[in-house]
């Protein structure tokens, strides 16, 4: 062949914030180590690799010498290193200070450790918007990578997926170049001979391009049944082998040898998109039910191929819809950045906020499909841990370190409902009027936790093949994407759906205590609708001891009369105590007398429900947070070795508590697994009460630390 093709390899290493140290050496050394070994022996390879901040940062301290043997691939010119946000942020979601602060980071990490700046990126899940070709250049970015998907969703043949284009916004230009879809299915899965058929049809067809790869490191080892077929079975050295076979016409080059050597392709102005996966999986339950079963029908009519480019699902940022736990994260991300901005000056306060900030804006906690980690606690943990120590420092600066207590009035979750934030020494809570005058947030300040963050259960779109999993792994080596594995058997027992988003001190009213399978399956009231009652509100002075008084009228159906009832909520903070109080008043403003069992609902987590440093104290009594019980107590207790405190909480009379733990059933690269979520305590109290009469009742919850036992 006259004209060469220059083949572009770019690989992404990542690990998320908060993952588990034996998840970074198990990646480290059946992938990342030993694609740098058979790399060594190919000299005639060329490859472009992204490492995630997260993954530098464990390879710092667990593996230098990783780093200085890929310095030495990249002195010889053999590996490009790209940047990125240090830690693996969606750009087109933090502020745009963020975006440059998380950019920049990387870079000077790339300039420090292997001697010069990265020209191109890896961009965050390949989550792309028209605005971005702006927001990268101003930083420094000549190029990235998309998916083939994002060119054709713009009207590009699947013939011209080559070379790199121009994508421009105001002037501003960066380049891409395409990922091709053939080659992301067919490396590592296929044979390496098919890889080279690819490459030679495209050389033919358009000689002296370049052609691009790019995908997951993990892919070469992590994968299931990957490190067998990668390595064992020398797949690598056999793909290496036969570029190296075929170097008359084909010859590798990092992206910025192919960005200096290959002429423009043209110019392309890509939508709002991802690749095809994640459109689909950020949309609603139902649409993406929908949008799986037409591709399903449009493949048997052998129409896909032809279809494919006019149909997407959603973009990034539904996910913030179809999940409130994900848009909370987000919008308390939003809150603490604004507040390190407005910071009066730059300190060693203000680095150690921003850098908290960073690895809180690490993308995996915030979304869910087959790899992010939304219903992972420990990642969701990771990140609200990293949130509200960088709230701490901010706090400290803007506050003067003054112990303080305040209140202010605000749309927290951006739903266009005003919330109420608490703030004291001890905790930040949030409390959502509208949404049955819940306690959407509790953070507990002095040990950086948010304890009531649980992830509700909700239908997902994969549900309907767990019935179908097995519990049996393949010995072929195939796409995670195609894997339909159970990690244990029984998980259609745990398909169980929530009516309300799982928060804190959501009321219901029944004519009598239901059973706990009817609790497991969040039955309907049956003799109110307070769950979802909404409550005008008031906020008490910014004091020592701030509050948010809450107040609604509804009616309770008791013995066939619907008795007017107003309801008066409290939740309150102090300044000077470790104490965090909520209290309930209702009257009966009706004729007759009206007599129901309320419940108060709170979801708390532990985060490890099997850890034998973790339990909750009833009558004395030590529980698994995973453990179903009713008890009759005016007093419960989480205990949390690890973190080393107690919360209490104490109710002002005795009522029946009942316990059961929170678990999903979501997916993984490795197939569909049970994850416990958090620990639901309900108390149910009967309310009696004469006309023109009031009753009451209040919690204190008191965190204490020196827990440790």
Known sequence: MKNPVTFCI??????????????????????????????????????????????????????PGYLKRLKSFVDAGRVEILGGGYYEPILTIIPRRDAAMQIETMAAFVKRRFGRRPRGIWLTERIWEPGLPELLAENGVEYTLLDESHFRASGVEPDAMIGHYVAEKLGRAVHIFPIRK???????????????????????????????????????????????????RRWLEKFFDELAKNSDWLTTATLSEAFDRVPATGRSYLPATSYHEMTQWALPTEAGVALEKLGEDLKKRGEWEQSERFIRGGFWDNFLVKYDEANRLHKRMLRVSEKIARCPEVSAHTTLAMTA????????????????????????????????????????????????????????????RHDVILESPWYRAVVNPADGGTLA??????????????????REIYHERV?????????????????????????????????????????????????????????????????????????????????????????????????????????RVAADTPEFVVSYRWTNTGATAVRFVWAAEMNFTLLAADASDRWVTVNGLRHSPRESFDATTSLVALHDGWQDFTMSVDLDSKATLRQYPIETVSQSEAGFERTYQGTCLVVYLTVAIEPGRAATASFTFTVLTGAKD
């Not at 939304?374 to 506050?399: G, I, P």
């Not at 300040?445 to 259960?457: G, H």
């Open 357 to 416: 900030l960073m690895k809180g804006q690490c993308n995996c906690a915030y979304w869910h499909g087959l790899f992010g980690g939304l219903y992972l606690n420990y990642l969701r943990d990771a990140v609200t841990r990293h949130l509200a120590q960088a709230e701490s420092y901010a706090d400290l600066m803007l506050h003067g370190g003054a112990s303080s207590a305040r209140v202010e009035v605000a749309d927290f979750d951006l739903d266009g």
């Open 467 to 571: 019935r179908q999993a097995s519990t049996a792994t393949s010995d072929g080596v195939v796409s995670a994407h195609d894997m339909i594995v159970a990690k244990e058997t029984g998980l259609e027992e745990y398909l169980r759906y929530d009516r309300h988003t799982r928060v804190a001190f959501r009321d219901r009213a029944f004519a009598e205590i239901p059973t706990l399978d009817q609790t497991l399956s969040d039955i309907p009231e049956s003799v109110g609708r307070l769950a979802d009652l909404r409550y005008d509100f008031s906020v008490g002075p910014d004091s020592d001891s701030p509050r948010a008084r809450l107040v609604a009228s509804t009616e309770i159906s008791a013995d066939g009369v619907a008795a007017p009832i107003r309801i008066e909520k409290e939740f």
């Open 10 to 63: 770019a690989l992404h290493n990542h690990q998320p914030v908060g993952n588990f140290g034996h998840v970074f050496d198990d990646a480290f050394r059946k992938s990342y180590a030993p694609f740098l070994d058979v790399l060594h022996n190919h000299p005639t390879v060329r490859v472009s690799l992204h490492t995630s901040g997260p993954l530098l940062d464990w390879m710092e301290e667990h593996q």
């Open 182 to 232: 053939d080659l992301r299915y067919a490396i590592p899965f296929a044979e390496p001979e098919k890889t080279v058929e690819i490459l030679k049809k495209l050389g033919e067809a358009s000689p002296g391009t370049c052609v691009t790869y790019g995908d997951d490191g993990e892919k070469f080892g992590l994968w299931p049944n990957t490190y067998d077929w990668v390595y064992e």
């Open 441 to 458: 947030d509790l953070v507990l300040v002095r040990q950086n936790f948010d304890i009531t963050n649980v992830m509700t259960r909700r």
